[in-house]
């Protein structure tokens, strides 16, 4: 926005800051994205010659982990509601902790395929994992953008612009953290229930 | 009408002030004695109308690209025959023996489609205007973001760098059509064109898409989130309306074709098997297995039919916008244009496969397509109708952007036809890949969207540049390009009716196609004659910003906000206030009107020998 635009002589509109506006429409894109990529999934399985093979048990691990995240970036808003800075940050750091305890699993997980002779590209890979590789990548390539965002926000609190009358950052960081989060989930069930 | 500035108070929206108020009084006088440096303000601007003019000029130099490659293969097909060592200077190795080699054709054709479709019309096109006329005409100071405004375009320009190297790759650029199937396009072995050429052009267009989604997401919060006080849905201008619903495409199919690209770059450079599958090349076998080409073809198109109409629905809005305004008529049926708009983007993403109909796929399943491909003959129909209904007993003013208009809805027309042939699948499995469909989507959406960029430029170059267009070059321009084009894309029919199928380097080894030598010889002969004719545009363009006639504030007589701002408005478009709005952007001619033409923001008040029973005297 122009710096000198306020928000008071527009068209009352659908009650949402243009910057969140901008987020839901990124998060729209993203889902576009995952939505090709698994329907492509779906309907190249169809055609047979797809190798089953039973996910690693790290996934549920990393799943748990990137749920518990989810919790403590909801205690970092709650606590910003609060005027709590302290323990805002603190919940931003333990989320960003947990963000990358998940994406260490991730790439343990990639071990463990490989260990189990799936692999992405080569003479004996199968479409069925390169799928597997390319949804978990895809899917960490944005959880480090949302690691960004974390930072970002994170050092708005430091100067202390987070708060409950500045709830603006800390509240799109919190929707797209609980976005990557769920898609993650989805993403997990659909492997489970499509492999 | 209010002229005090606005009040700085509780931020709108569900989430409390972004910043003190006092801050945004700062920034409010920090920025009206604010001297810009050059590059801030011409290079690495924010400011809405500087990147509109920056997607303008970087979308002319890629049409005169993609226009001189496709002369040079029409040269070709025009000319078997000739031998083209004259070139030599410019392509060097690709003449060999005074022959143009037959590789090099390939990537001609490949690259002249990416470059018009993507380059050209998709940023060129709603890159310039959506940038440039959604926060005007709205009344908003600049774009939701100008920062992500300002990467979208960098993003497009290292696109088209990226893009533009690769013709001068050893190998070529990209030569396996703008579609880009595999595994023609996934194996470097199979032709040349699918080496780094392939990979350059992969890389190019991811970087398009991001740009492409960065600008998306700014058009759409702009218009849903920045409109003035007044501004309702209902009352927006139906170039707004197009250019939202654009965007709206993008932002749903262009990560599609991320995905795709995605994968086909796994394919190509980490040995997976998403689109491979058995393959023998060269005598030998590939050991990439289970992939599947026709996924690939699902994906790409996906994205690639709701594109068409990425491409042809700015350029709607705009001739919808300019005829109105000069035949000073409201233009006829305003909420059926809306309602036209939303069926072809709805429908846009429900007929992908008629592009697939020789792919073997189930009979039904094309029939269910090819029926929702005639449907948009209805939207389409909706919105020709209106047009010549609004033609009808104007007033009209031939202005250049006026011709261009006219000529868009002709060209509009006469291409469309042909696509209710296409759009048949017992009709398409006969025309597909011939010169019919070459000739259908060139009329229909290639040539109409560039008249609608013409007549977009030539209309609301006063208010880019502060200077008038010469008026009687751009007539020239409009002759030689309407007769130019239709003496293109007319014989092309029968050429493709015939069956000469696109892509072919020459057709001299077929018996059954000679006999129409002549007729590629003029279709050839016309192509070069249009071409040449767009620098006459091209004078016209960068004479007039230097030495064109000053316009003044509102040069057409028009309603919508745009022509309130300032000759040339600066950064925040607007130096007082932003003006409410009070009716809708097309009073043109009403009775009992003062003037023929009532701006969108004048109250009723002012008008009431003009108002019309229902219009209330609101403030």
Known sequence: MHSSETLTDKEPGTGVHPLRMLLILIIVSIIMMFAAFTSGYIVRREEGNWLEFDLPSGLLINTVVIALSSASMQWAWFSARKDNVRQVQIGMLITFA???????????????????????????SNPSGSFTYVLMGVHAFHLITGLVFLVITLGRSLQ???????????????????????????????????H | MAANLPVHSQVQGDIGATEPRTEHDEHLHHDEHHEQSFISKYIFSTDHKIIAKQFLITGIFWAIMGGALSSLFRIQLGWPEATMDWLQPVLGKWVEGGKLNPEFYLALVTMHGTIMVFFVLTAGLSGTFSNFLIPLQVGA?????????????????????????????????????????????????????????????LVSMALFIISQLLGGVNYITTVINLRTRGMSMSKLPLTIWAFFLTAVLGLLSFPVLFSAALLLIFDRSFGTSFFLSDIYI???ALNNTGGSPILFQHLFWFLGHPEVYIVIMPAMGMVSEILATNARKPIF???????????????????????????????????????????????????????????????????????????????????????????????????????????????????????????????????????????????IHFWLTFIGVYLVFMPMHYVGIAGFPRRYYAWTGFDSFSQFADLNKFISAAAIFAFLGQFVFIFNFFYSIFRGRRATENP????????????????????????????????????GAAEDFIPQNVPFS?????????EREQD
């Open chain 1, 160 to 194: 202390y612009k987070v708060h409950s009358r500045q709830m603006l950052a800390i509240s799109n960081c919190t929707i797209y953290w609980h976005f990557l989060g769920g898609l993650w989930l989805y993403l997990y069930l659909f492997l489970l229930l499509n």
């Open chain 2, 282 to 284: 060269a005598g030998q």
């Open chain 2, 141 to 201: 100071r600049d774009m939701a973001s100008g920062f992500m405004n300002m990467l979208s375009y960098w993003f497009f320009f290292v696109s088209g760098l990226v893009m533009f190297l690769s013709l001068f790759l050893e190998t070529g650029p990209a030569a396996a059509g703008w579609t880009i199937y595999p595994p023609l396009s996934a194996l470097p072995q199979a032709i040349p064109g699918s080496g780094a050429g392939m990979t350059m052009w």
């Open chain 2, 333 to 475: 049926g305003y909420r059926a244009m809306i309602g036209s708009l939303l069926g072809i983007s709805v429908l846009a993403f429900v007929v992908w496969a008629h592009h697939m109909f020789v792919t073997g796929m189930n009979p039904f399943l094309g029939s269910v397509f090819m029926f929702l491909t005639l449907i948009i003959a209805v939207p389409s129909g909706v919105k020709v109708f209106n047009w010549l209904a609004t033609l009808w007993r104007g007033n009209i003013r031939f202005t250049s952007a006026m011709l261009f208009s006219i000529g868009f809805v002709s060209l509009f027309i006469a291409g469309g036809l042909t696509g209710i042939v296409l759009g048949n699948a017992a009709l398409d499995i006969q025309m597909h890949n011939t010169y019919f469909v070459v000739a259908h989507f060139h009329l229909v959406m290639g040539s109409s969207a560039f008249f609608g960029l013409f007549a977009g430029v030539y209309h609301w170059f006063p208010k880019m540049f502060g200077r008038m267009m010469d008026e009687k070059l751009g007539y």
């Open chain 2, 606 to 614: 002012e008008t009431k020998s003009s108002n019309m029973p229902n």
């Open chain 1, 98 to 124: 947990l963000g990358l305890i998940f994406l260490v699993g991730q790439w343990n997980v990639w071990g463990d395929l490989v260990a189990n002779k799936v692999y992405f590209g080569g003479t004996d």
């Open chain 2, 556 to 591: 057409w007589r028009s309603s919508t906000l745009e022509w309130t701002t300032p000759v040339v408005p600066g950064h925040g478009n607007w130096p007082g206030a932003i003006p409410a709005v009070y009716r809708w952007p097309y009073d043109y001619s009403k009775p």
